[in-house]
């Protein structure tokens, strides 16, 4: 069955994304109520990792929000250097190989290696956005191909078609973001 809370969620994650596209700084107290909405949602099947993974987001929407406050130029993105491409990588492997063992350990998480990878390139993803970096939409493009995998499997609609949406939005935000690069 559909929740309303699900739905709720659904629409204020497409708002989100659409506002983070525009480099509108909106998206982060939209994100906010999104995360805390998934959070429950989450909790509820036993996707323990992406409870963990919604509360981090928390904690990152408002690093992103000082961040883009604070910024000069709030419009601005770039790439990430070798070394900062490097340092995401080793620390989303990292993180995701220790979300496997704890959730393979200690919960009955239903899927926990793909959960626990794709929250740690969903940290990545969020963390690069905080920074306006460009490769964080091609982070969002795998993660939610797994997601909307995880969410079908566990007769999530919503979710899986907010995955499919998300999927679609971080094309739309790396087309937009690539676009300002080369008039930079």
């Known amino acids: 069955m559909i929740s309303s809370l699900e739905f709720i969620g659904a629409c204020f994650g497409v708002l989100g994304i659409w506002l983070t596209a525009k480099k509108n700084v909106l998206c982060f107290p ?3 109520i999104n ?4 959070a429950n949602v989450v909790f509820e099947v036993k996707l323990y990792a992406d409870v963990v993974q919604q509360l981090m987001y928390l904690v ?26 490097i340092f995401v990588v080793v620390i989303t492997l990292i993180i995701g190989t220790v979300g496997y063992f704890i959730l393979k350990k200690y919960t009955n998480a239903t ?10 390139v969903c940290f990545a993803a969020q963390f690069l956005i905080a920074k306006r970096k460009i490769e964080n939409w091609w982070l969002w493009l795998f993660a939610n191909l797994v997601y909307v995998v995880i969410f079908y499997l566990k007769q999530m609609p ?22 300002q690069l080369k008039t930079i």
């Open 111 to 120: 899927y926990p290696a793909a959960d626990a990878y794709a929250t740690a």
């Open 30 to 32: 939209v994100g906010i």
């Open 158 to 179: 919503w979710y899986a078609g907010l995955s499919v949406i998300y999927f679609l939005q971080a094309i739309f935000g790396l087309k937009q973001w690539h676009k």
């Open 60 to 85: 990152l929407l408002v690093y992103g929000w000082i961040n883009w406050t604070k910024s000069q130029n709030i419009k601005s993105v770039s790439y990430c250097t070798v070394t900062q491409k």
């Open 35 to 38: 995360v805390l909405i998934t």
